[in-house]
């Protein structure tokens, strides 16, 4: 699912424009099947950029759901049998029909029911895109660790993970920078999806292009769900059928309500709540005027690293 051929990157940026200003008018259904633990907030999201959210995950309606839906958001946070199998029965709906799906691989790394899950998943894509056309469209998400956890289980490789929370050495820094927007790259290209990593540096990615996202705040790992909550988001922009811009709009824009949200700090609750009125409040000015994007490069000699253009 790489970028349209001749595709630059001030044209992903009006993409993203363009579904910002689609998506309230169109009021998509946004399907979620995510942990008890954030799905009212999910859900909020959802609606705060004008999507319809439906958290609908009984096995025997999600099919019927997920048929109706703009997007599809599964997210592997405190699984059970009945979401395991809603799951799956959604995605192969969302497949077959081509509708967009983002497949969050919350705690991949700390359970090997989750890496089965996600086995599964790609799995019945491959199975149901058909040989003949390009594979359903897919973002997969995570934090840093989780997504190389997903990059070591196809190689035979076991990555020590404990809990949901990214490894300390899973950051982005002018030492790792070059060889973690490989890393991402090439898992987008195995897959033929959208790959997105989100960390103090977001990197998302396609087949060819890479984007570093650096807007947020530590202040956002205080509530819980954050992480659900951009998955909520980005599946809301993806209604539009445009990956990369979709992801790359959910990252910077979630970010930026977070530093935004954060500003006259007075206590976690607190947070939350204007963190919600920031998402539903948020324009495309806003987004023009905080984001701070990065465009990554591989060059003869080395890497170029340049910013988004305006």
């Keep these: 699912m790489s970028s349209k051929k001749n595709e630059t990157t001030d044209d992903i940026w009006r993409k993203a424009e363009r579904i910002m200003e689609a998506v309230p008018k169109k009021a998509p259904l946004i399907h979620c099947i995510t942990n008890p633990i954030s799905i009212h907030d999910c859900a909020n ?74 086995r599964e998943f790609l799995e019945m894509r491959e199975r149901c895109s058909g040989k003949e056309k390009e594979p359903a469209p897919l973002v997969l998400k995570g934090n840093l660790s989780e997504i190389r956890v997903l990059a070591g289980m196809e190689l035979g490789q076991e990555l020590e993970v404990s809990g949901v929370d990214a490894r300390p050495q899973d950051v ?3 030492v790792t920078r070059d ?27 396609d087949g060819e292009q890479v984007y570093l996202v650096e807007n947020g705040c530590e202040r956002m790992a205080s509530i819980t769900g954050t992480g659900c909550m951009v998955t909520a ?6 209604s539009e059928g445009e990956l990369l811009p979709g992801a790359l709009l959910g990252a910077v824009m979630y970010g930026i309500c977070g ?11 607190t947070y939350q709540v204007r963190l919600m009125d920031e998402l539903s ?23 170029k690293l340049s910013n988004l253009p305006g």
């Excluded at 530093?259 to 609750?269: C, M, P």
């Design 45 to 118: 999201v959802i609606l705060a950029v004008g999507g319809r959210p439906i958290m609908a995950e009984h096995p025997e309606e999600v099919r019927e759901i997920t048929a109706s839906a703009g997007a599809l958001g599964l997210n592997l946070g405190n699984i059970t049998d009945a979401r395991r199998t809603s799951m799956l029965l959604s995605g192969e709906e969302a497949v077959r029909r081509r509708i967009p799906v983002i497949l969050d691989l919350v705690g991949i790394g700390c359970s090997g029911l989750r890496r089965t899950i996600v």
């Design 172 to 174: 982005v820094n002018d």
């Design 179 to 205: 060889g973690i927007a490989r890393e991402i790259r090439s898992l987008a290209r195995r897959h033929s999806a959208v790959v997105m990593a989100t960390g103090k540096t977001d990197v998302i990615a």
């Design 233 to 238: 988001l980005t599946a809301a922009w993806l």
């Design 259 to 269: 530093e935004l949200a954060a500003r006259d700090w007075k206590g976690t609750g």
């Design 281 to 303: 409040e948020c324009t495309w000015e806003k987004i023009e005027t905080c984001r701070k994007v990065s465009v990554w490069k591989e060059c003869k000699f080395g890497s």
